[in-house]
C-alpha cells in the first residue's frame, strides 16, 4: 500500500471518527449519510488540493496551523525523495536527525495505524526499523521509543515465524497475522496515544526546532 493512499485512509478515518463522536452518523439501509458523504468528499478534495511547499521558510512554518503542521512538514520531505524509492533510505539518512525522525515516525505511525507492525516490518518503511527508537526518543516520545524498542527486538528474535507466510502474495501476507508475536504491540501502541500524545510531540518539537526544517 503506497503512503499516499494510506494518508487519504487516515482522513477518511478522522472524518468517520468526527461524525461518530459527534453523533451525527446515521444509516439508511447500511448506507452512510449524504452529509458524511460529502463530509468525506470535501476532506479528500482539500488533501488533494493542499499546497505542497518544496521550500519551506519560517514564515511558512510559524503561519501554518498545528493541526496541518505534520502534513506541510512531510509533504516537504517526500519531495526531496528521488522518484526511485530504491534510494529512499539513502536519502533520507543524509539529511539532519530531526528530518529523518518526523518523516520515519509518520511512515511508523502510518502503517501500524493502518495494519499494525508486521504491516511496518514487511513494506519498505521497515528498513528504518532500527533508527525509530533514537527518533521517538528525540522528539521526547519515550513511551513510543520503550514500545518500538520491543517491538524491534521481537521481529529479529522471531523473524522466522512472522516471514514465514509472507511468501509476495495478499493471501500469504493475511496469513502472516495468525499467532504473529507482533499482535500483542499493535493495541499498546493504539492506547499509547492516551497516555503520549504523539502527534502534539511531533509539532511541538518542530516548533522548538524549526530551523532543522528550513531550506535555504
Known sequence: MSKRRIIIIGIITATLNLFSCSGQIKKDDGKLSEELDEQIANSVDAFKNRPIHKKLTEQIIDTTSNDNLLQVIFDNL???QPTDYKKEYETTMSW??????????WLLEAEVNN????????????????HLPDALKLIGANKFADLTKRANETFERENPK???????TLEGFNKSYDGNPLNRYD???????????LQQIQVDFIRKNKKEFIDK
Open 162 to 168: 512472522i516471514t514465514q507466510h509472507q511468501d509476495g
Open 78 to 80: 517526500s519531495e526531496k
Open 187 to 197: 493495541d499498546e501502541f493504539y492506547n499509547l496515544y492516551k497516555i503520549e500524545n
Open 96 to 105: 539532519n536527525k530531526s528530518r529523518q525522525a518526523i518523516y520515519m515516525i
Open 115 to 130: 495494519g499494525g507492525y508486521n504491516q511496518f516490518y514487511s513494506n519498505s518503511s521497515g528498513q528504518f526499523y532500527k
